[in-house]
Structure formats: structure tokens, C-alpha cells
């Protein structure tokens, strides 16, 4: 579960919509949350020797007296009502932002980052630009990325759908690492309400541009990719959703464009030849590093594309070897040398 999580700031209120969602995840897990705001470092221009030691005196002052300010705004936001009842602490500093948030995920035992796109300075630095694209690209945990004013709504007793978040395999053994992550974010979102994770199969057919598929080939690709997920929800259900109690549905989609198959089925809620209408999805989790199949799904490919074209939040996981292991582990058959 997610119990030391990091929010990223920058001093904009668009920053500050990840702060509900962070406190939302550590109440129910019952965890804690480090507010971070870092202060790049200045860039001096001096002209000549005899210039370079005041211009660096003059800007070393404005840097500490900019940390001290960020102390005092990360206090301020740590008293947010958002933030009621969970411990809170918070770390101001220099230097470049995406180094120091993996410094401090280290330092503090950081499992979860969540962000807010939109910072300041717009769409290029926080969506694909330097700050979030290394965070999302290099994080050694989770990444929970929230696009502005598309906040993850709270728990829905009066909804027909729990929440919902929306997992994309592609068949490799390595993508269904997301799945333990993805579940215990869904459980955490919908507490205290029931949460649910819907699986789509994403079978990229290899026709050209307005090309009909031929109704046999069609046919084979679909029943396989049935297969496929009733045989990993199956378990999905006794290892990971038991214990969570969170529902579980899954469908599969042809389409050549795999992002745009994402996007497609998570905000629409489309399903031809699944199990049946679903209702759309709350957030998209998408691993980023897997054999085969999921190395053409890496950051930089349909992670990012994903992360541009969609309202919905989106939950990066960045499997290490031994939480990849675990995961594939808890998700294998009970049947002795059958895998799924």
C-alpha cells in the first residue's frame, strides 16, 4: 500500500489540485504525505572576474531567502483541509526539481508521487516538458499524474459504476506487474467505498489504413485475447481483488493505434466483444517497461502519448525486478506449471 507519498509543488494553485487527491490516499491507507517546492538554482551573467563574486553573493542571498519563502507557503499548505488528520512534512530546497524529487522519494521512503500537471510555467514543462516528463520517465516509484481541473472524484454511493481504474495488457508477463499497484490505488481512491480495475486487451492488428481485417483472422485475434483475460482476471480476483474487494471486468479491442485504443476505451467505456458495457473509467494505469510486447509501450511511445491526449488521470508504474517477480508470482494459476 501507499504510506510516504510525495507531491511535487511549484507555488501555483494548478500544483496544488494534487494535494485532495494525495491526502485522499493517505487517509484511507493511512500514510503520510511530504510537500516538496524546489528552487532552481539562478543562472549568473557576470561580465569579467571582478563582476562574478558580487553577482554570485547577491544571487546565493535571493536563493535562501526563496527557500525560506517556500518553507513558508509548504507550512501554509500543510494546513489545508485536505490535509486534516494526516501527517504531513514538508522539505524545501535547490537545485534541479527532478533530481531532488528523486532524492528526497529516497530519503523520505517514498512509494507513491502524485502531481499535478499545469504547473507555471504551462503544458511544456509539466505535461511532456523537463520536470514531469523526467519524473514520469525516471521516478523509481509510482507516478500518479492528474491533468488540471480533472480531479479523480471521491467515493459515489449514489453512482450505478464504483471507481474504476482502466489497466492496459499487451500479453507479456512483465505489464501485469501493474496490477497489484493499479488495485491497491483503486482500493485507496474509493475507500470507503468499493473500488474496481477493468482490464483491456489491446491487440494492435497490422492492416493498413482503412483495410477491412479478414472476419477469420478477426476472429482468431479476439479469441485469443479472450482467452487471455478471463484466464489473468480469474486470478486477479483470488490474488489481488479478494483481499481489496475490489470488482474486476475486463474487454478487448482491435485497433491499429494502441494509445488511442487506451484513451478510446478508459473515456468512452467502449467495448466490442468484451463482457459486456462497463461504463467508462476514472484513471489509466499503464506499465512502462516490459518484455516483448511492452517495450513498444515505453515512455517516450504510448506512455506519453496516453498522458497527452487524455482528461483522465494517469498512473505510471515503472516495475523494479523484484516487484516485478512478486507481481507475476501472485498472478500465475494455482495449477502447478500453468501460467497465465
Given amino acids: 500500500m501507499f504510506r510516504r507519498i510525495l507531491v511535487p509543488l511549484d507555488g501555483s494553485a494548478r500544483a496544488e489540485q494534487a494535494i485532495p487527491t494525495a491526502g485522499r490516499i493517505a487517509r484511507a491507507t493511512g500514510g503520510s504525505v511530504v510537500l516538496l517546492q524546489v528552487i532552481p538554482p539562478p543562472v549568473n551573467y557576470g561580465y569579467g572576474l571582478y563582476m562574478l563574486w558580487p553577482a554570485f553573493t547577491v544571487f546565493d542571498q535571493g536563493v535562501q531567502e526563496a527557500v525560506v519563502e517556500a518553507a513558508y507557503y509548504l507550512e501554509r499548505v500543510a494546513t489545508s483541509s485536505y490535509l486534516a488528520g494526516v501527517d504531513t512534512e514538508v522539505v524545501a530546497g535547490t537545485g534541479a526539481a527532478a533530481a531532488m524529487s528523486f532524492s528526497v522519494t529516497e530519503e523520505k521512503n517514498i512509494d507513491l508521487i502524485v502531481m499535478c500537471t499545469h504547473g507555471d510555467t504551462g503544458l511544456k514543462r509539466w505535461v511532456l516538458g523537463s520536470v514531469a516528463q523526467k519524473v514520469a520517465r525516471h521516478a523509481p516509484v509510482p507516478v500518479l499524474v492528474l491533468h488540471q481541473h480533472a480531479t479523480i472524484a471521491g467515493p459515489r ?31 485507496a481512491l474509493a475507500a470507503p467505498g468499493q473500488g474496481a480495475i477493468h482490464l483491456v486487451r489491446i491487440v494492435k492488428r497490422d492492416t493498413l489504413p482503412g483495410e477491412v481485417l479478414d472476419p477469420v483472422a478477426r476472429e482468431d485475434l479476439l479469441h485469443k485475447a479472450k482467452t487471455y483475460l478471463t484466464s489473468v482476471s480469474g486470478h486477479v480476483r483470488e490474488c489481488i481483488a479478494a483481499e481489496l474487494k475490489l470488482a474486476v471486468t475486463w474487454s478487448v479491442t482491435l485497433d491499429t493505434d494502441a494509445a488511442d485504443a487506451i484513451i478510446r476505451v478508459a473515456e468512452i467505456g467502449e467495448d466490442p466483444g468484451g463482457a459486456g458495457a462497463f461504463g467508462g473509467c476514472d484513471l489509466i494505469a499503464l506499465a512502462t517497461h516490459g518484455r516483448g510486447g511492452l517495450q513498444r509501450w515505453a515512455m517516450g511511445s504510448v506512455t506519453e502519448r496516453v498522458l497527452a491526449g487524455t482528461a483522465l488521470p494517469v498512473f505510471i508504474v515503472r516495475p523494479q525486478p523484484a516487484a516485478t517477480e512478486q507481481a507475476i508470482h501472485q498472478v500465475e494459476t494455482k495449477q502447478t506449471g500453468v501460467q497465465v
Avoid at 179 to 184: D, R, S, T, V
Fill in 157 to 187: 454511493p449514489h453512482r450505478e459504476r464504483p471507481l474504476r481504474v482502466l489497466v492496459p495488457l499487451d500479453g507479456s508477463a512483465l505489464a501485469k506487474a501493474a496490477l497489484k499497484p493499479a488495485a491497491q490505488l483503486a482500493a
